[in-house]
């Protein structure tokens, strides 16, 4: 008996030691693997501004208003460097707080308040530098508004982003 079953149980017992090493292995990996997930998701998603969730017509009419803000922006310093008041107020006047790419009312469910004092004086601020446009300021004086109401998008482009829920 004994001359046949020791190589059996030899074999046996190797083939446990294998197996569980092979699990042992299998187990390190899976930690391995769950490591790296957790690093990676970290890596692609690095952006902790406060998200917004919107539905796709929502940010597209948030992202239209935003290039009516960079058209703005765009236009009074080609009229500051062209010294052309008129130039001024009418670029301003597209990001006045009524102009109709403006966000509206029905943007209010969605908008926190704070985004929304943000925006508005965004917008109060043009509104404020066309009338000063029209009403004989200096090129220095709306340079100045300018640059503090860059402020304004500033502040709040590192407070928010957009996301879009399906
Ligand atoms: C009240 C908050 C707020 C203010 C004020 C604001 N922005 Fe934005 N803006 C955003 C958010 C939020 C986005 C979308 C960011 C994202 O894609 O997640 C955005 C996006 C944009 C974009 C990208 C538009 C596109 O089509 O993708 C431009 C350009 C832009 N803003 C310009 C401006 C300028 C110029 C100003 C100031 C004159 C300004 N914004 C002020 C919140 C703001």
Redesign the pocket.
Known sequence: MIPISAPLTKITLLGACLMLFSACDEAREHEEREEHAQTSEHSINPDQRKI?HMDVKQRHH??TE??Q??A??QGVLEGIAENDMEKIAEAAALSAPKAPKTVDFRMKDVLPPD?RQ??KA?HVAFGDMAQKAQNGASKEEITMDLAN??N??VA??ST???SVDD
């Open positions: 917004l948030v992202l935003m290039r803000l960079l703005s922006t985004f943000m925006g965004a109401t860059l304004t998008c709040c482009h928010f982003q957009v």
